[in-house]
């Protein structure tokens, strides 16, 4: 079985841009996460999903925003893209939480 | 607020020997506690959980991590380190009863194991 699939793998963008990031989940997992991985700090949580609704939100700006389609598969979209958004994203897939997540390798975001 | 601390940046052992990765947390009510690895260039991996039940959590590759509610850890232990077990680790908490389903973590702690 396929496990967690982001794209794209790196994106470079320039401020004040939007961007778009995509995940697939395992299949049978219904719950996608999203988190912002900074170099040298764990993963901060920016939203979870399931069932194609919104279950968590962390502590980021409107300018992030998700949604989840009926396969299950989720977006990430920001808005006016700051120097500070620079990071690796990563999508993790669940049965239900609080099981164990799936995490997919990240895409990795450069803001110029 | 909900936190998690990892106090060292990194942990340094020698082949063989028993290694320790430590974490303690700050959570409203009871928690679930989590262990993941990071390997370099790749996703994150689960290593365990503790749920509920019995304070030894056994997990993959052969990790386990004691649950300790009075002191508040759930430092991660391995009996016999090996070379390849050198990644950084990540502890992780949810609040049993967090209704925003947010999973905070630790800054990681980079596991170094010398042949």
């Known amino acids: 079985d396929a496990g967690v699939t982001q794209s794209p793998t790196h994106l470079i963008k320039t401020r004040g841009q939007h961007v778009t990031l995509r995940c697939s989940p395992i299949s049978g997992h219904k719950s996608v996460s999203w988190y912002q991985q900074v170099l040298g700090q764990g993963p901060q949580f920016i939203f979870q999903?399931?069932?194609?609704?919104?279950?968590g939100r962390g502590n980021f700006p409107d300018r992030f925003s998700a949604r989840q389609f009926p396969n299950y598969s989720s977006e990430l979209n920001v808005n006016a893209l700051l120097l500070g958004d620079s990071a690796l994203y990563l999508c993790?897939?669940?049965?239900?939480?609080?099981?164990?997540?799936?995490f997919g390798s990240g895409t990795q975001l450069s803001v110029l | 607020a909900q936190s998690v601390a990892q106090p060292e940046d990194q942990v340094n052992v020698a082949e063989g020997n028993p290694l320790t990765v430590k974490c303690t947390y700050s959570?409203?009510?009871?928690?679930?506690l989590f262990w993941y690895v990071q390997y370099p260039n790749r996703g994150l991996q689960f290593l365990l959980k503790y749920i509920t039940g019995d304070n030894l959590v056994k997990g993959s590759y052969g990790f386990e991590a004691e649950f300790n509610k009075s002191q508040t850890s759930f430092h991660l232990k391995k009996p016999s380190a090996l070379v390849s077990d050198s990644a950084l680790y990540f502890c992780?908490?949810?609040?049993?009863?967090?209704?925003?389903?947010?999973?905070?973590w630790g800054a990681g702690t980079k596991l170094i194991i010398k042949p």
């Open positions: 992780a908490v949810r609040g049993r009863f967090d209704s925003n389903y947010q999973l905070i």
């Open positions: 959570v409203s009510g009871n928690p679930y």
């Open positions: 993790a897939s669940s049965l239900l939480a609080p099981e164990e997540l799936f």
């Open positions: 999903y399931y069932e194609k609704e919104e279950r």
